[in-house]
């Protein structure tokens, strides 16, 4: 089973920066989507930043002009470059990686991310 490893996440003040990774174990084949999702207590979990297998990007409206999604399939790595934080960025981030071989869903174990006021 290939596993997600999140790092990056931690603890900025407003207006700063992080950039958040995503390693998988094992080289992973037919990834049609790879996202970033954001959970905070007491909301339901939210897709920020979406990147298609034809490097397509979409991002949720709050998070535009801010973050930016990449990957380097040659490390198997997706990235989240998250720029001037605010205190409305704060949540629990994972990855999730979506297979059109034999449509599997490939979650991380997530980072914390806190944006101090």
């Known amino acids: 089973q290939v596993q997600l490893v999140e790092s990056g996440g931690g603890l900025v003040q407003a207006g700063g920066s992080l950039r958040l990774s995503c390693v998988a174990s094992a080289r992973l084949f037919g990834v049609l989507t790879s996202d970033w999702y954001r959970q905070v207590p007491g909301k339901q979990r939210e897709l920020v930043a979406r990147i298609g297998d034809g490097g397509v990007t979409d991002y949720t409206d709050s998070v535009k002009g801010r973050f930016t999604i990449s990957r380097d399939d040659a490390k198997d790595t997706l990235y989240l470059q998250m720029n001037n934080l605010n205190a409305e960025d704060t949540g629990f981030y994972c990855?999730?990686?979506?297979?059109?071989?034999?449509?599997?869903?490939?979650w991380g174990q997530g980072t914390q991310v806190t944006v101090s006021s």
């Open positions: 990855c999730h990686k979506y297979s059109g071989v034999w449509g599997r869903h490939y």
